[in-house]
């Protein structure tokens, strides 16, 4: 674990999330009593907000679902062979893991070797962490022994714990990207202005067009070497044999990732996503002493390259696992455990600050507004589910005075007609997740009739795996309470 003297400022700025959110899941109970009138338009105003966010992600999702349906279709690799030089481009795919079973590293080397692109462009490197032992190294050379034909490199590496690092994703994902660096650009004598890296969660499956749509995003944009490229990503794998609240925490995921793909100005890089080596190496790799990893990486790059850096998307789907384990009671605890390491992002929200104050060269409102908007998302993670399921019902119900007045009265129901017509994204979310769902075709009947009726868990998953987990994570920041990263299990 790295330890950090930490200035008052930055220990403030910690604070901000969890008393920003605390603060205003409080503030309509303690509200209610002196001040309900201003509660009830906050109420009302938050309502109006979350129309527009879901409106949003209603129409971004629609586009996103059908350019994802055409380049799945799309003939990659023609347009690939158009460029003279495309046979130079190079792909390292680095697969961190800890503790992961064998058959989950088969199925994600099985997506690599079934790339329609050439394989023996792709270098796989397998980070494991030293401290799995002798378990990892019996599973490096199993993979090694089945898989290393179909690609250009096949490497191992085993992360060892060292002072003043971080145990997790980021600090792996470093040592790996600088070994495989050395071993294939600086012992092989390549050219790292034709290579790609890739950061890949260890339960993804890429579809098999990914790397021919990279090899030509990456040809194709003069500005490739300030690109990040990120891929819808879907919870799949599993999503017939989970619970039914796993179920539907995975759709809505589903559906804000592929929202976010036509949104240029929120999109980034979020779990498997790509961008150049050298880009990566410029900046000096991931960092070592943090726990998020991709906002981490982008902003990072964001900041060193004077803004220069942005995501783009890539339309099409990479397949990972929903949270599960062995019982029901284990589900549900993984799923927590996910959530809040994902809301533990907010601890990069001081670093980002400091970043933007120091950054001299980006345009101001260019900063600014990138910033903003992933505070917004951090900052109202705990809080947008307090405020649209049980905001309006607490002023009337605590002020019996404030319960007799017009706005009193018709607070409830001003409310409820706009969270209701907000529904109507929902509906879009569950048509889009159907359509794209794959394996329904072996699901019985039954269950295909029940899935939409899932969705009436709706408030109590948005509690336990969205708003709970995400004060968790605030909360523990603002005490100093750190968190140390935790590794989903796979089944």
């Known amino acids: 674990m790295a330890t950090h003297t930490k200035s008052r400022s930055y220990r403030f700025l910690e604070m901000v999330p969890g008393l920003f959110s605390w603060s205003l899941i409080l503030f309509p109970i303690w509200g209610s009593f002196l001040i309900p009138t201003l509660v009830a338009y906050y109420i009302l105003a938050f309502d109006i907000y979350w129309l527009y966010r879901s409106a949003n992600l209603g129409i971004f999702a629609t586009l996103s679902f059908f350019r994802i349906r ?44 079934n790339q329609v692109s050439p394989t023996k462009n792709i270098h796989v490197v397998l980070a494991f962490e030293e401290r799995e032992g002798e378990a990892a190294q019996q599973k490096a050379k199993i993979l090694h022994e089945k ?29 790996a990207a600088k070994y495989a660096k050395r071993e294939i650009i600086d012992n092989q004598k390549r050219d790292i202005n034709y290579f790609t890296i890739t950061s890949e969660d260890v339960d993804a499956r890429f579809h098999s067009k990914y790397f021919a749509t990279l090899t030509y995003k990456f040809l194709d944009n003069p500005k490739r070497y300030y690109r990040i490229w990120q891929p819808a990503i879907l919870f799949y794998n599993n999503i017939w044999t989970i619970p039914a609240p796993i179920r539907v925490f995975s759709t809505i995921s589903n559906i804000v990732q592929i929202g976010q793909l036509n949104r240029k100005d929120r999109l980034i890089n979020f779990s498997t996503y790509s961008t150049s080596l050298k880009l990566i190496h410029e900046i000096g790799y991931w960092d070592v002493d943090v726990i998020p990893e991709d906002y981490r990486i982008f902003f990072k790059s964001y900041f060193k390259t004077d803004g220069k850096v ?20 284990k589900t549900m605890v993984n ?70 007045t017009v706005i009193g009265k018709s607070l409830p129901q001003t409310s409820s007609a706009i969270l209701t017509i907000s529904l109507v994204s929902m509906v879009i979310a569950l048509v889009i997740d159907w359509k794209q769902r794959p394996g329904k075709e072996t699901v019985p009947f039954w269950k295909k009739v029940i899935m939409p009726f899932e969705f009436l868990l709706l408030p109590v998953v948005g509690f336990f795996f969205s708003a709970l987990p995400g004060l968790d994570a605030h909360t523990r920041l603002m005490l100093g309470k750190y968190i140390e990263y935790r590794t989903t299990e796979k089944v």
Do not use: C
């Open 310 to 329: 942005e995501v783009d998307p890539i339309f099409l789907p990479v397949f990972a696992d929903a949270a599960q384990s062995k019982t029901f009671f």
């Open 70 to 113: 055409a380049n799945q279709k799309y003939d990659w690799m023609e347009d690939v062979k158009g460029f003279g030089d495309w046979q130079k481009v190079q792909h390292i795919v680095i697969i961190p893991n800890y503790t992961e079973p064998l058959h989950i590293l088969e199925r994600t080397l099985t997506s690599l070797k």
């Open 147 to 175: 898989y290393s034909q179909y690609f250009g490199n096949f490497l191992a590496t085993f992360h060892p714990q060292l002072p003043n690092e971080v145990v997790g994703k980021s600090s792996n994902m470093a040592w």
């Open 335 to 404: 799923q927590y455990e996910q959530v809040k390491r994902w809301a533990w992002g907010t601890s990069d929200d001081p670093w980002i600050i400091q970043q933007w104050i120091q950054a001299k060269n980006i345009p101001f409102w260019d900063k600014t507004i990138r910033v903003l908007k992933v505070l917004e998302d951090h900052f109202l993670w705990p809080v947008n589910w307090f405020a649209i399921t049980i905001g309006a019902t607490l002023p009337p119900l605590l002020n019996e005075e404030f319960a007799r």
